[in-house]
């Protein structure tokens, strides 16, 4: 099972991106789909989250700025990013609870950077 991220770049503030993370190999199930980000020199924090089927959930700092969606039948999550804020520059990680044939367990994407400048 590959968790594969894309869509980072940078951005001027005030700015939108959009991340992709896609879940391949053999799977079976795919329940829990979140971002979180590592800022320079800080720890990573969970930026947002969503279950299957449940009600999405945003860190405070980027409530109505970010939009968690997800596509099932591909396996793919997304988050929208508007309004970014220099503050928001981080290393971007996408992370699944991926049940294959004989095991679930918790999956990283690589990792995107997003740069946002003032």
């Known amino acids: 099972v590959q968790l594969q991220a894309s869509g980072g770049g940078l951005v001027q503030a005030g700015g939108s991106l959009r991340l992709s993370c896609a879940a391949s190999?053999?799977?079976?199930?795919?329940?829990?789909m979140g971002w979180y980000r590592q800022p320079p020199g800080k720890e990573r924090e969970l930026v947002t989250m969503?279950?299957?089927?449940?009600?999405?959930t945003y860190a405070d700092s980027v409530k109505g700025r970010f939009t968690i969606s997800r596509d099932n039948a591909k396996n793919t999550v997304y988050m929208q990013m508007n309004n970014l804020k220099p503050e928001d520059t981080a290393v971007y990680y996408c992370?699944?609870?991926?049940?294959?044939?004989?095991?679930?367990?918790?999956?990283w994407g690589q990792g995107t950077q997003v740069t946002v400048s003032s």
């Open positions: 969503t279950t299957k089927g449940g009600t999405p």
């Open positions: 992370n699944a609870l991926i049940t294959n044939l004989t095991t679930t367990d918790y999956y």
């Open positions: 190999g053999s799977i079976f199930s795919v329940n829990f």
